[in-house]
């Protein structure tokens, strides 16, 4: 069982950038994939980006690809987002998940288990 808290949510104008945070609780941090998903009001959940166990290997969904990194520090049990350049159309519920597996895709399936979100709003 994994426990996944994330932070780092928040209000900010269009151009600026934030950082989310997911801490991790119980079993070894760094034999999962971990990914982050997006949600916005009255849209299914997506794709964000992921990373494999070890940090080495990183996937992005096409809308963020050279504005957003993920990554991973497995000696804090802790994966970020750091988001630049951000949009209006980025606005929505962030979510961070974990893979029971080294390598993890943009399939919603892939992930086991499931933070509360954090909100990210972004004002034009």
């Known amino acids: 069982q994994v426990q996944l808290v994330e932070s780092g949510g928040g209000l900010v104008q269009a151009g600026g950038s934030l950082r989310l945070s997911c801490a991790a609780f119980?079993?070894?941090?760094?034999?999962?994939?971990m990914g982050w998903f997006r949600q916005a009001p009255g849209k299914e959940r997506e794709f964000v980006a992921a990373?494999?166990?070890?940090?080495?290997?990183?996937y992005y969904a096409e809308a963020v690809k050279g504005r957003f990194t993920i990554s991973r520090d497995n000696a804090k049990n802790t994966v970020y987002l750091q988001m630049n350049s951000l949009k209006p159309l980025d606005t929505a519920v962030y979510y961070c998940?974990?893979?029971?597996?080294?390598?993890?895709?943009?399939?919603?399936?892939?992930?086991?288990?499931w933070g509360q979100g954090t909100q990210v709003t972004v004002s034009s």
């Open positions: 119980g079993r070894t941090f760094s034999s999962y994939a």
């Open positions: 998940s974990a893979a029971s597996k080294r390598y993890s895709g943009s399939n919603y399936g892939e992930y086991d288990y």
């Open positions: 990373i494999n166990w070890s940090g080495t290997s990183t």
